[in-house]
């Protein structure tokens, strides 16, 4: 049987490592498992059991566009069609109080999630653009802090996603400014701006390129992995605070293998071949509950920002 292959971000643990587990246990997928640390992802896939001929590991560091350019490069020289790609990798440091940059100059968590991704991106294009396939999908990991239109959004926070008029990413990007809408640095909300302009990047590729190339662009919320590794770096009150909030309160927690499920199904079911949309599971959804497409923020769904972010992104990328 013929292969698709996939690539996926930051499969090291959490979601992005259930996920190369699900698409493995999968016939018809073979998985390029990117990530920074070879030694920790290879001990990973050992102790998953994933069959050793359904996954190839490769060195991808999203907050270096040096290593962006590499992996692609790299990905070129397996000489394999590339059929999806997720875009799962994230950094969440919000105990910083200073910011921390990125090998370009870039503010870490907006380089990572956002700069390395949207380069990633464009550059693998048109590597999927040539793949013979005839279901080829760019699925993108949301998050609920960055979505006021879902329950789990609308519950207060310090400092929401807020874009504001680029002039942080106008200006440079580049120290002292670490903020995309200029502002003081806060380091959860960077995350949370990055977040956004994941949102976007979806939007803005599904408009421009769609049509064209016929790939599926969309995005996922599969529930809130409250005790994934992505919040290590919280503080440790928080670490066991916020999973209990999310099981008894918002009713929103899955496990790290309900949520690799769903991103598998994502990338591979036939009823998830709509482009431009918002998977989501929601709260209070127990496991086997049909998905939705959600409704996204007044912000995520605003063509300005997306045409605005997208431009702005491509010059600090070396795009343009």
């Given at each position: 049987m013929a292969q698709s292959t996939v690539i996926i971000t930051g499969t090291t643990s959490g979601v992005g490592l259930q996920a190369a587990r699900a698409l493995a246990a999968r016939p018809d997928w073979h998985v390029i498992m990117a990530c920074r640390d070879l030694t920790k992802m290879a001990k990973a896939a050992q102790d998953l059991q994933i069959p050793a001929d359904k996954y190839t590991m490769m060195q991808l560091d999203l907050a270096s566009l040096a290593s962006v350019r590499q992996f692609v490069a790299d990905f070129r020289a397996t000489g394999r069609s590339l059929e999806a790609l997720v875009v799962n990798a994230a950094v969440y440091l919000p105990l910083l109080k200073e910011p921390m940059y990125s090998p370009d100059g870039y503010e870490i968590s907006?380089?990572?999630?956002?700069?390395?991704?949207?380069?990633?991106?464009?550059?693998?294009?048109?590597?999927?653009?040539?793949?013979?396939?005839?279901?080829?999908?760019?699925?993108?990991?949301?998050?609920?802090?960055?979505?006021?239109?879902?329950?789990?959004?609308?519950?207060?926070?310090?400092?929401?996603?807020?874009?504001?008029?680029?002039?942080?990413?106008?200006?440079?990007?580049?120290?002292?400014?670490?903020?995309?809408?200029?502002k003081k640095f806060k380091a959860g909300k960077a995350y949370k701006d990055s977040k956004l302009c994941n949102m976007l990047t979806m939007r803005e590729l599904h408009r421009r390129y769609?049509?064209?190339?016929?790939?599926?662009f969309n995005a996922l919320y599969p529930g809130c992995v409250a005790n994934t590794a992505l919040f290590r770096n919280s503080y440790p009150l928080f670490q066991k605070i916020f999973p209990w909030f999310q099981k008894n309160i918002t009713k929103g927690y899955v496990t790290e293998e309900l949520s690799g499920d769903r991103v598998a199904m994502v990338v591979a079911d036939p009823a998830f071949k709509v482009s431009g949309v918002y998977w989501s599971w929601g709260n209070r959804q127990k496991d086997g509950r049909e998905s939705f497409q959600q409704e996204v923020s007044n912000d995520a769904s605003d063509d300005g920002k997306a045409l605005k972010m997208w431009d702005l992104s491509a010059k600090l990328v070396g795009m343009s």
């Open positions: 907006v380089a990572t999630n956002h700069l390395g991704h949207f380069l990633l991106c464009n550059l693998l294009l048109p590597e999927m653009d040539k793949s013979p396939a005839a279901d080829k999908r760019l699925v993108i990991l949301g998050t609920v802090t960055a979505n006021p239109k879902e329950l789990g959004g609308k519950i207060p926070i310090p400092a929401p996603p807020d874009l504001g008029d680029f002039s942080g990413f106008e200006q440079g990007f580049k120290a002292p400014i670490a903020m995309i809408d200029g769609h049509e064209s190339t016929g790939i599926t």
